[in-house]
């Protein structure tokens, strides 16, 4: 029978010294990718030419009629492709950082092209015999422990990209891939626009009272920019909308802002997301049926550590009746606050953060705003360097006007390891603006990869929404925001020390990939960690060890609050990804708010992320799959005792341990043989609930919950 081959998508002569993406070498610092040089045209040229050429590279091994082997199958796949991963990590790195129309405008004419690539690789009839028939026999192949890894991961890619179905389902499931594409693209594209563009303005300061200064000097400014000089204006971003729900006396105001970030996706106009919900579930539970299974969650978990939902219910329940019950004690405390106020009855949702910020100055004497003198942004960078050194024996030496520059306000370092070789490069990207999407990420411009034999260093950058300097401060941050910086270094560090001969081997389990970034949030705090970088912007004042012992007394306070909103999304996530019939005419915010109302969701608390934002389900990132952050802390909390049990958070022998075990392999071994290999046993989830200050409750059992 003549070899199926893959046609190629576009056939145009491409002139290769016109476009710095043809060329071997970009000619700079470590073949850095030279930003400011790249058109539009530049990235849409060489995607097609990329496409092309794996094409033509995947027919090579379709066409080869020699017996298959690791080498001429399973590494030939590996390798092909390197123009297109070369462009797309950069183009897809700034699509999320840098975004703008013609940006968004080639997204949408390049997905459905890269869907249709990866269905004609994955569901080639040839190709996959080929593939099964070295899987088959690789006992007979000699092969060491990273290529058997690699082997069963492409195995287990067409499996679950559908290559065991016959010609008629193939054709459904590129429909269903096709459409999903564009389903998931939109929402983002939807929801970044929100984001950005949603405002609530006020047009008098006397309506801001309790905003720190610096808050109200942005609020200017952004109103300024909108062509509404003279009065105030917050849009979507945490930076922003954050500090009037923690610190603005102006009840209104707060119920403006919290609706209009929790309804974003949920408004009557041309970017709501609810109908696009309701068909990205559906679709995921059509193409999870074509496969064979009875649920989406089904499908998804096979391949992660929990491997079913029951496990993941199970988890979640757990934790859900002592973060509750710590909820409602706090929302005690919030109406004892919010009589002093002369305000009686229940608190709304946007009461929320304002109360509970001052229930906990008034427990703990504690007033964020204060220590956030002591949390300028680039001392924070500094602890968080000097964890990576005590721990490591890392050093950074920044070489932000040496090396090419995406974004002006991002810094770039060399990542030097203990024996003083360079190992990685590091970008720093921390502060909102037009076009950079919500929240914080870690990401490369280029992956870790092996070239003749070489390892080449990894691009790796941290992407955040950090609060912005003010005319007379520089920028101030809370202890939340402190945090994240250290969770997205964490996933930096991982980033850094991977090392895999393949790169299909790179990634790990989804519910194992947050504990590299969840284990180095646990320094953040630290008062060894904290007299390095918290320093007061003014004096250079180390934080006094009043504050501190404050900051440490206060931690736990307040998660009963982020605990519940975080848990919400779990399990709303979940009970999506279980249902095995469409409802009819879906509302996901309805849906939503039944389940959670039968769990008893205190009413003050809504999930962290309405289904119309939740970008980490809808987007496709992590569908079925945000209970990740919550599996992955036990893991986290588990292993940090590791550190804690010898007496000393920086005990070289563990450190190295980890690193070892945890951060070098990537995903050559699953993640409990690599928790195993580091800690000597499975996790357990005590210090989990210890770190949250909780202990453990009569659970409510998954099944409890009715969902059809």
Same mark, same amino acid.
């Given at each position: 029978?003549?070899?199926?081959?893959?046609?190629?998508?576009?056939?145009?002569?491409?002139?290769?010294?016109?476009?710095?993406?043809?060329?071997?070498?970009?000619?700079?610092?470590?073949?850095?990718?030279?930003?400011?040089?790249?058109?539009?045209? $530049?990235?849409? @040229?060489?995607?097609?030419?990329?496409?092309?050429?794996?094409?033509?590279?995947?027919?090579?091994?379709?066409?080869?009629?020699?017996?298959?082997? &690791?080498?001429?199958?399973?590494?030939?796949?590996?390798?092909?492709?390197?123009?297109?991963?070369?462009?797309?990590?950069?183009?897809?790195?700034?699509?999320?950082?840098?975004?703008?129309?013609?940006?968004?405008?080639?997204?949408?004419?390049?997905?459905?092209?890269?869907?249709?690539?990866?269905?004609?690789?994955?569901?080639?009839? @040839?190709?996959?015999?080929?593939?099964?028939?070295?899987?088959?026999?690789? /006992?007979?192949?000699? !092969?060491?422990?990273?290529?058997?890894?690699?082997?069963? %991961? *492409?195995?287990?890619?067409?499996?679950?990209?559908?290559?065991?179905?016959?010609?008629?389902?193939?054709?459904? !499931?590129?429909?269903?891939?096709?459409?999903?594409?564009?389903?998931?693209?939109? &929402?983002?594209?939807?929801?970044?626009?929100?984001?950005?563009?949603?405002?609530?303005?006020?047009?008098?300061?006397?309506?801001?009272?309790?905003?720190?200064? /610096? =808050?109200?000097?942005?609020?200017?400014?952004?109103?300024?920019?909108?062509?509404?000089?003279?009065?105030?204006?917050?849009?979507?971003?945490?930076?922003?909308?954050?500090?009037?729900?923690?610190?603005?006396?102006?009840?209104?105001?707060?119920?403006?802002?919290?609706?209009?970030?929790?309804?974003?996706?949920?408004?009557? $106009?041309?970017? $709501? =997301?609810?109908?696009?919900?309701?068909?990205?579930? #559906?679709?995921?539970?059509?193409?999870?049926?074509?496969?064979?299974?009875?649920?989406?969650? +089904?499908?998804?978990?096979?391949?992660?550590?929990?491997?079913? +939902?029951?496990?993941?219910?199970?988890?979640?329940?757990?934790?859900?009746?002592?973060?509750?019950?710590?909820?409602? =004690? @706090?929302?005690?405390?919030?109406?004892?606050?919010?009589?002093?106020?002369?305000?009686?009855?229940?608190?709304?949702?946007?009461?929320?953060?304002?109360?509970?910020?001052?229930?906990?100055?008034?427990?703990?004497?504690?007033?964020?705003?204060?220590?956030?003198?002591?949390?300028?942004?680039?001392?924070?960078?500094?602890?968080?360097?000097?964890?990576?050194?005590?721990?490591?024996?890392?050093?950074?030496?920044?070489?932000?006007?040496?090396?090419?520059?995406?974004?002006?306000?991002?810094?770039?370092?060399?990542?030097? #390891?203990?024996?003083?070789?360079?190992?990685?490069?590091?970008?720093?990207?921390?502060?909102?603006?037009?076009?950079?999407?919500?929240?914080?990420?870690?990401?490369?411009?280029?992956?870790?990869?092996?070239? $003749?034999? /070489?390892?080449?260093?990894?691009?790796?950058?941290?992407?955040?929404?950090?609060?912005?300097?003010?005319?007379?401060?520089?920028?101030?941050?809370?202890?939340?925001?402190?945090?994240?910086?250290?969770? @997205?270094?964490?996933?930096?560090?991982?980033?850094?020390?991977?090392?895999?001969?393949?790169?299909?081997?790179?990634?790990?389990?989804?519910?194992?990939?947050?504990?590299?970034?969840?284990?180095?949030?646990?320094?953040?705090?630290?008062?060894?960690?904290?007299?390095?970088?918290?320093?007061?912007?003014?004096?250079?004042?180390?934080?006094?060890?009043?504050?501190?012992?404050?900051?440490?007394?206060?931690?736990?306070?307040?998660?009963?609050?982020?605990?519940?909103?975080?848990?919400?999304?779990?399990?709303?996530?979940?009970?999506?990804? *279980?249902?095995?019939?469409?409802?009819?005419? !879906? #509302?996901?915010?309805?849906?939503? /708010?039944?389940?959670?109302?039968?769990?008893?969701?205190?009413?003050?608390?809504?999930?962290?992320?309405?289904?119309?934002?939740?970008?980490?389900?809808?987007?496709?990132?992590?569908?079925?799959?945000?209970?990740?952050?919550?599996?992955?802390?036990?893991?986290?909390?588990?292993?940090?005792?590791?550190? *804690?049990?010898?007496?000393?958070?920086?005990?070289?022998?563990?450190?190295?341990?980890?690193?070892?075990?945890?951060?070098?392999?990537?995903?050559?071994?699953?993640?409990?043989?690599?928790?195993?290999?580091?800690?000597?046993?499975?996790? %357990?989830?005590?210090?989990?609930?210890?770190?949250?200050?909780?202990?453990?409750?009569?659970?409510?059992?998954?099944?409890? *919950?009715?969902?059809?």
């Amino acid at each position: 029978m003549a070899a199926m081959l893959l046609t190629l998508g576009g056939g145009a002569a491409f002139a290769q010294n016109a476009n710095p993406f043809f060329n071997e070498k970009y000619g700079t610092p470590h073949e850095i990718p030279p930003f400011e040089k790249f058109t539009m045209e $530049n990235y849409r @040229e060489a995607i097609l030419k990329g496409m092309d050429e794996q094409r033509a590279e995947v027919n090579a091994i379709i066409v080869n009629r020699a017996t298959p082997t &690791f080498e001429n199958t399973i590494e030939a796949l590996e390798q092909s492709g390197k123009l297109l991963g070369k462009v797309q990590s950069v183009f897809g790195s700034l699509t999320s950082s840098n975004s703008d129309e013609a940006k968004r405008a080639l997204q949408k004419e390049i997905s459905p092209l890269s869907t249709a690539l990866s269905d004609d690789i994955y569901l080639n009839p @040839e190709l996959f015999q080929k593939v099964k028939y070295v899987y088959d026999n690789q /006992e007979k192949m000699n !092969l060491n422990r990273e290529q058997k890894s690699l082997l069963k %991961k *492409v195995y287990k890619r067409f499996e679950s990209g559908g290559a065991n179905l016959d010609d008629a389902k193939k054709a459904q !499931l590129r429909d269903l891939n096709s459409k999903l594409s564009a389903v998931q693209l939109q &929402f983002s594209q939807n929801l970044l626009h929100e984001t950005n563009n949603t405002y609530v303005t006020v047009d008098n300061v006397s309506e801001l009272e309790g905003l720190p200064k /610096e =808050n109200i000097e942005q609020a200017a400014a952004l109103a300024k920019s909108i062509g509404q000089e003279g009065k105030y204006t917050f849009n979507m971003q945490r930076p922003s909308c954050n500090p009037v729900l923690q610190y603005c006396k102006n009840r209104e105001l707060r119920r403006k802002v919290y609706d209009a970030y929790n309804n974003r996706g949920n408004q009557n $106009n041309q970017w $709501n =997301n609810k109908a696009l919900c309701a068909q990205i579930v #559906d679709l995921r539970l059509q193409k999870a049926k074509l496969m064979g299974f009875e649920d989406y969650a +089904s499908m998804a978990l096979e391949n992660r550590m929990a491997k079913t +939902s029951e496990n993941v219910y199970k988890l979640l329940d757990q934790v859900w009746a002592p973060a509750v019950e710590a909820a409602k =004690n @706090e929302i005690a405390d919030i109406k004892a606050e919010m009589k002093k106020d002369g305000i009686n009855g229940d608190p709304e949702r946007w009461d929320y953060r304002y109360y509970l910020d001052k229930a906990k100055a008034s427990k703990f004497n504690i007033d964020e705003a204060k220590i956030s003198e002591y949390l300028e942004i680039n001392n924070v960078q500094q602890g968080i360097f000097y964890v990576a050194n005590k721990l490591y024996g890392l050093t950074f030496v920044e070489r932000t006007n040496e090396y090419p520059v995406y974004e002006p306000t991002a810094k770039s370092w060399d990542v030097i #390891d203990k024996d003083g070789k360079q190992i990685a490069i590091f970008y720093s990207d921390f502060f909102p603006r037009d076009g950079k999407g919500a929240g914080a990420w870690c990401g490369a411009f280029r992956g870790t990869k092996y070239e $003749n034999g /070489e390892r080449v260093m990894p691009i790796v950058t941290n992407v955040c929404n950090m609060n912005l300097p003010s005319a007379d401060k520089p920028a101030l941050q809370s202890l939340d925001n402190v945090e994240t910086m250290f969770h @997205e270094f964490g996933h930096a560090l991982h980033s850094f020390f991977r090392d895999t001969q393949y790169s299909g081997n790179g990634r790990t389990e989804q519910d194992f990939v947050e504990l590299p970034s969840q284990i180095n949030e646990h320094w953040a705090f630290e008062p060894e960690v904290m007299k390095v970088y918290a320093k007061h912007y003014k004096t250079g004042e180390i934080i006094p060890q009043e504050l501190l012992d404050k900051v440490d007394a206060a931690n736990k306070y307040g998660q009963g609050f982020v605990t519940t909103e975080l848990l919400a999304a779990m399990y709303t996530d979940m009970d999506l990804h *279980v249902l095995k019939e469409m409802p009819k005419d !879906l #509302d996901v915010i309805k849906y939503e /708010e039944d389940l959670m109302g039968k769990r008893g969701m205190p009413k003050e608390i809504l999930p962290r992320y309405r289904m119309t934002n939740f970008s980490h389900t809808m987007g496709g990132g992590y569908s079925a799959g945000y209970y990740s952050y919550m599996w992955s802390e036990v893991l986290d909390a588990d292993a940090y005792q590791a550190f *804690v049990e010898t007496g000393d958070i920086f005990n070289q022998e563990v450190a190295q341990k980890f690193r070892k075990y945890v951060l070098t392999p990537g995903g050559i071994d699953d993640g409990m043989t690599m928790y195993i290999n580091f800690r000597g046993r499975e996790p %357990k989830v005590d210090a989990l609930l210890e770190n949250r200050g909780f202990t453990p409750k009569k659970t409510l059992k998954s099944s409890d *919950v009715e969902r059809k």
